[in-house]
């Protein structure tokens, strides 16, 4: 595996013991460099291996929706990892008091981290290392070139990242390597989890109901990704922009929560599709446009609010802040779709339904509560805080960077200046109109199952 994935945060004081890798952004045993790593360490010293899941119940305003789809691929990765061998153990609480507690009771000697650039996600790592006297590193195993070389700094778009990714890309498109029957048992009985105790017994918001439509896991995942491949890859770029058509590949959710690698969905991609504007459109999406995302959040701390955005927006934003809003929205009304506009409504009934929204309707629904709320501050978290609370895949890089883009003209330029927006890119609902067929897209949201 490529050791530029890889870096030592912490070298810490060596000693004999079992190798542990903390799984958090990527929780899937196969196609994850991060356990590639701490499986090679841990055979090279002929040492145990363990994985560790500190579950929190109060992540980024997730619910019982989130938790359901988390904790059902988390149990599918735990029994595949019992399979080789590779103790795994699901610690609950705050994460860095119980990581430390599992580190101190096994004597651990190495501790291998994944990399993520959200906020509560570097904070939960900064603590971790000044508890720990151990060697810890990190591998990003999500982007498919590590954030931190395909950029020393926040990229001003697509168009300044794309070459970067593009010059190495062809280097880190190398092939997984599957993970080994681990030789060396777990020192000390491994506890099984009662996975349906764990979700029930969870203090969360139980009032966002769990998903039917798409399965949970790993498998399930995987099988989407041929489903797609077989199905809607060619259309993907003409077709799949049609809110009134589900031809989007629906993995986020999967990418998400790390229960499949960008890398094998993109390997797959270009294995077995048509080289072609399609595949391109959606290499572009999965690769440039995810790890642009990562790049802005890795960069810019206040990715969740307006100081985040471009200097030129902040002043236009300002300049436009008093202008009278024809339209204004308390969120509680928004949460319930309760405005004017019949697209927006369908687009938060999608959301609210169906836990995943589509992706080109997203933009008019930010852009769209920019519009119809006091200021861009308040227009901001209201977006994040429905974002998060409904969507499968929101809590993510992709949704703090893509609603900065709606709403704070992050990644994008400026346009001719209106009422409102300013000089940020504004979308209307009849231009929607002509595009798509938007009676169909309402009477798809209207079939959702309630
Ligand atoms: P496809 O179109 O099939 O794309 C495949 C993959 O490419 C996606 O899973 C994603 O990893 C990546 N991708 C596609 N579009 C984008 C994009 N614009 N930016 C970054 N990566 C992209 N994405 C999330 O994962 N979580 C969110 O919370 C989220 N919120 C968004 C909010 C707004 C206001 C906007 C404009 C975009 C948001 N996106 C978010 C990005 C994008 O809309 C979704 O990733 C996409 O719709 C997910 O569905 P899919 O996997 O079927 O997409
Ligand atoms: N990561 C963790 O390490 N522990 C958690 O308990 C946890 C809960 C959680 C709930 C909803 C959600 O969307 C994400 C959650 N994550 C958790 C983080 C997730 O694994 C991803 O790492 C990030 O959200 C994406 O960057």
Redesign the pocket.
């Known amino acids: 595996m490529k050791a530029e994935r890889i870096r030592k945060l912490k070298n810490g004081i060596s000693r004999p013991g079992p190798i542990v890798y903390w799984m958090s952004r990527d929780q899937r045993a196969e196609d994850n460099w991060a356990l590639t790593f701490a499986q090679k360490l841990a055979l090279e010293q002929s040492e145990p291996l363990g994985v560790v899941f500190c579950l929190t119940p109060n992540f980024a305003g997730a619910t019982l929706r989130q938790y359901h789809f988390m904790l059902k691929g988390l149990a599918e990765t735990s029994a595949y990892l019992r399979t080789k061998n590779i103790a795994f153990f699901l610690l609950v609480g705050d994460p860095v008091t119980e990581l430390i507690r599992f580190v101190n009771q096994y004597q651990v000697q190495t501790v291998i981290t994944d990399f993520d650039p959200l906020t509560i996600k570097q904070q939960w790592k900064r603590n971790a290392l000044q508890e720990l006297a151990i060697p810890v590193y990190e591998v990003d195993t999500h982007n498919i070139v590590p954030c931190w070389l395909a950029s020393p700094k926040q990229e001003y778009g697509a168009y300044t990242l794309r070459p970067k990714l593009q010059r190495v890309l062809h280097s880190y498109l190398d092939s997984f390597i599957p993970l080994q029957y681990h030789p060396v048992n777990w020192p000390h009985s491994v506890p099984v989890f009662d996975w349906e105790s764990t979700l029930s017994s969870l203090p969360l918001d139980r009032q966002v109901a769990p998903i039917q439509w798409l399965q949970p896991g790993s498998q399930a995942a995987w099988q989407q990704v041929v489903y797609f491949l077989d199905y809607h890859l060619n259309d993907y770029g003409t077709r ?1 922009n049609d809110p009134a058509e589900d031809r ?5 959710p999967y ?2 929560f790390g229960q499949l690698a960008p890398q094998r969905v993109a390997l797959a991609i270009l294995q077995y599709g048509k080289p072609g504007p399609s595949q391109e459109a959606f290499l572009e ?2 690769i440039i ?2 790890e642009l ?1 990562d790049n802005f959040c890795y960069y810019n701390p206040n990715y969740q609010t307006v100081d985040g955005f471009p200097t030129w927006a902040r002043q236009t934003l300002e300049r436009h802040c008093h202008d009278e809003r024809p339209y204004l929205y308390a969120e509680e009304q928004l949460d319930k779709a309760q405005t004017h506009d019949s697209y927006w409504n369908a687009a938060q009934l999608e959301m609210v339904g169906r836990g995943k929204m589509h ?1 080109y309707l ?2 008019y ?2 852009k769209k509560i920019l519009e119809w709320t006091p200021s861009p501050k308040v227009a901001l978290e209201t ?1 994040i805080h429905l ?1 998060d609370r409904y ?1 499968l ?2 809590r ?1 890089p ?2 703090y ?3 900065a ?2 709403i704070g003209g992050v990644h994008d330029r400026a346009w001719g200046e209106r009422s409102i927006f300013g000089k940020i890119r504004y979308m209307s609902g009849s231009r929607l109109a002509v595009k798509f067929n938007m009676n169909r897209y309402i009477e798809r949201v209207n079939q959702l199952e309630k």
């Open positions: 799949s989007q590949s629906n993995l986020s990418l998400h999406e999965l446009r995810r995302a992706g997203r933009m629904w930010a977006a974002n969507l895949d929101g993510d992709n949704g960077t893509g609603i883009w709606s």
